[in-house]
């Protein structure tokens, strides 16, 4: 087997600005990308993590989100 050395790719953080300032919260078709995108920005989570949130994982009151360990290695 190959044992190449695996790299990721990572974006900058001005990268990331750049990407969510060309979609906006307030568009129909463009809203749940940038929450996507905010969020895996600001936890560092993982897309599957991110993805994976139900509503009654987010309690907006308390500022809280659940990740639950079937969808989230960080």
């Given at each position: 087997?190959?044992?190449?050395?695996?790299?990721?790719?990572?974006?900058?953080?001005?990268?990331?600005?750049?990407?969510?300032?060309?979609?906006?919260?307030?568009?129909?078709?463009?809203?749940?990308?940038?929450v996507a995108l905010t969020l895996a920005a600001a936890t560092g989570r993982r897309q599957r993590a991110v993805l994976g949130l139900f509503d009654r994982d987010v309690d907006l009151d308390a500022g809280q989100i659940t990740w639950r360990a079937a969808t989230d290695k960080s």
């Open positions: 087997k190959d044992e190449r050395p695996r790299t990721v790719a990572a974006y900058t953080p001005d990268e990331v600005a750049a990407i969510v300032a060309q979609i906006s919260p307030d568009q129909a078709l463009t809203w749940r990308a940038w």
